[in-house]
Nanobody, 122 residues
Framework: VQLQACGGGLVQAGDSLRLSCAASGRTLSDYAAGWFRQAPGKEREFVGAISWSGGTTYYADSVKGRFTISRDNAKNTVYLQMNNLKPEDTAVYYC????????????????WGQGTQVTVSS
């Protein structure tokens, strides 16, 4: 599975962005999908994940209530809707997919996209 994330950009605090992660090479509906982010000088951290069917989602406490993950398996795409963005959300955002089901550890995910930069100014 090849993943391509896009939709990042420079926004102001309180704004919204929607990231997309398009898959090719194999149908994404076979896999759970996750979003992670990595800020400069920090480790990659879990943002949220969605089951293969879309019926279950799981979020980090830092984004709960502001971010929403969804998927359109017909389009082989997973989305991350980010509302009320804060400067601390600034990071490179990565999408990932894997067959082990949703979870926090990066080791559960076998395939990774290249990342898209999100910068939130105060």
């Amino acid at each position: 599975v090849q993943l391509q994330a896009c939709g990042g950009g420079l926004v102001q605090a309180g704004d919204s962005l929607r990231l997309s992660c398009a898959a090719s090479g194999r149908t994404l509906s076979d896999y759970a999908a996750g979003w992670f982010r990595q800020a400069p000088g920090k480790e990659r951290e879990f943002v949220g994940a969605i089951s293969w069917s879309g019926g279950t989602t799981y979020y980090a406490d830092s984004v709960k209530g502001r971010f929403t993950i969804s998927r359109d398996n017909a389009k082989n795409t997973v989305y991350l809707q980010m509302n009320n963005l804060k400067p601390e959300d600034t990071a490179v955002y990565y999408c990932a997919s894997g067959a082990q089901g949703i979870g926090r550890p990066t080791s559960r995910y076998d395939y990774w996209g290249q990342g898209t930069q999100v910068t939130v100014s105060s």
